[in-house]
């Protein structure tokens, strides 16, 4: 029997994660939401019986530690998994430049700090209130969603030029991980970081602005041309049993401690 919490567990892959690991009836499954009551109706509604939602605000380190006393007193006091999948992709910036903005360094400088807030702090808070259940855990594994867009080598490669505060907080994001791998290694917690590939959400089948969409076209012609294999994006069902399978196997005597890796164990991100 192992306990998870998943945050940014509403909608999305947050829901996956809640939704596949609440199928086995031995898991004790919490999902970190904003807004429990609409959570619960839609647990309720997917027949979801084994998961706990739990309320709390990613920004409000005092609000996560209240989360924490109330998993304590589900789990009875550790958990296993921490999976940290909450956060804002930027509506202002998601299909635009730097140079785009001009001037106007007021709109970047507020994107910028609003993917900080939410993609870093954010984690790096929860991380500091769950990790004394985590401690007591039995897996002891802290898993952080990250995107391929965050690669190096993938932005130089592909020369994607748009969403730049977003990437820009998961590349920042992987250095947190790692360096939290620097300091918990030694008492055998494993952190990882790991893209769950390409995916159908709710986020990305929103209707947007006609240049937005020729945008969104152009990225997908990129994927091709990076990854020639690439035909479609994944479910959520197939992303998530793939980053799971990942999270499962990972270990701090396999050498994954603080790694960033994708969906496929590799950096091969699509
Ligand atoms: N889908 C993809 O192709 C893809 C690719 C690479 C990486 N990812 C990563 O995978 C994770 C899940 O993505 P998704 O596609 O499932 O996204 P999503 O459908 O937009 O869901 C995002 C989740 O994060 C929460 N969230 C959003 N804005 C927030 C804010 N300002 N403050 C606190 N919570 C906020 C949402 O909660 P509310 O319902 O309360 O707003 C929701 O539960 C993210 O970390 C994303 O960066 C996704």
Redesign the pocket.
Known sequence: MSSYLV??????????FVRKLAIDPNNTVIGL???KA??DTKATAEGLRNVHMVEA???DFSSLKNAAETVKKITGGSLDYLI??????SHISGYKTFEDFDDDFETIEKDLW?SL???LL?VIKTVQAFIPLIRKGKAKKVL??????ADLDLINATEIDFAAP?AIS?GALNVAIAKYNALYKKEGILFLAV??????????QEEVSPEDAEKAAVLVTKFIEYAPHFKR??T?EE?ISAVLSVLHKASIANGDGGAFISHLGTKQWL
Do not use: D
């Open positions: 945050t940014g567990a509403s909608r999305g892959l947050g829901f996956e939401v904003r807004n609409a959570a605000q990613y920004t940290n999948n909450a956060a804002v992709v609003e807030e939410i993609n954010g952080a969603i990250s995107t391929g867009m977003y998961k893209s769950p590939g390409y995916v159908t959400t709710e986020r990305n994006p994944l959520p992303s």
